[in-house]
């Protein structure tokens, strides 16, 4: 784009102080985020879901996630003639460049994107001897890495297989719904790079929040509701064939 | 007092007990961290640093205040809900400095491939091609806006 000299002065220093006060401090020091006031959760809508692997980028390059590690991977689905009970699942490097391209149209495909769920009771914190993994009280399933010994207990009892143990500080490491940025006001960096809105966080004690609206009138389904783990993300028109 | 005559040894065990509780209450106190039980069975001050993490995508809320001129073009094409970083990639630094970092404008031969390839197994009502076929090796800007990528009435431009 074209500006003038003239502008550019009035816009820069704009757009310094709006760039600063995104950027201001933890969520004690942000006067304008109270943690009793959020309950965070995720609406993944399958049908957008192009499996573009934007989210995995995008995830990896703000959480400096390392190679072959994934706080997010995006899974492709092959139901064929109804078999509900072995669909064939790809996922390759988590879905990071994009799945191979299918020609021919055979039974039903579609990409589940899948990160932490940030269950409300969540088996991952409940086997932590050391509490270096906790619930927070605006819903984030989070790891203390100061805290964590890395016995991988958490890894083991995660049921979606959310968590790793990073291979350069060897403990546990996870989604954090990229805590850093929803306490200031930002989305997630995986709903920012989504292109299709496949993403979208939601804050379940906001009462303005679209979700409320969505969960009413569309088939939402949590990841193995059968273990009662509290599940806070939400998947639009989720196949059976999902586990 | 006959009953305790013959104690004392109970008396300095008991002591030393009472010596090793205190020791381990003073320990405990140096060593437990003070956030620790702040909110519930660990350390509190866990949250604060992990929402300290550095941001790198600024977001589109955030580009949108020196780029208003992409926002008008954006907002009336298909385009309109991409955010910006989906395709320009996480530019926090631009956003800090826009002086000295300057962003590189994306290929779009590998960007819009990346979500319009034409696959069975993307949604039906998601716009795709075969690259090879739909621009002869074109690049794709040619013809199309990506901002706002439907073409002009009347053909490309």
Known sequence: MNLSRRQMLILLPAAAVAWKSVLAGTPEDSPNYKMSEHWWGMLIDIPKCIGCGNCVRACQTENDVPDGNFRTWVERYHVTDGDMVSPQVISPDGGKE?????????????????????????PCTQVCPVGATFVTPDGVVMVDPKYCLGCAYCVQACPYGCRYIHPEKKVADKCTLCYHRITKGLTTACCEACPTGARQLVDLKNP?????????????QVLKPQMATGAKVYYNDLDGSVR | ?????????????????????????VIRGFVVPKTFGQYGHYRGAAIGEVGAHPIKFAGHQTCEICHTDVLDVKKSGKHAHVNCEA????????ADDPASVTPVKPDTAVLCARCHTASAAKPKGFPQVVPADHSNGLPCQTCHNPHSPAMAAGGAK
């Open chain 2, 1 to 25: 007092m006959s009953v305790f005559k013959d104690a004392g040894h109970l008396f300095r065990f008991a002591g030393l007990f009472v010596l090793a509780f205190l020791l381990f209450l």
């Open chain 1, 98 to 122: 994009g799945f191979p391209v299918v020609q021919e149209d055979a039974g039903k495909y579609f990409f589940v994107p899948k990160l932490c769920n940030h269950c409300a009771d969540s």
């Open chain 1, 208 to 220: 303005k929040d679209p979700i409320h609206e969505f969960l009413k009138t569309h088939s939402v």
């Open chain 2, 87 to 94: 395709c320009h990639g996480a530019l926090a630094s631009h």
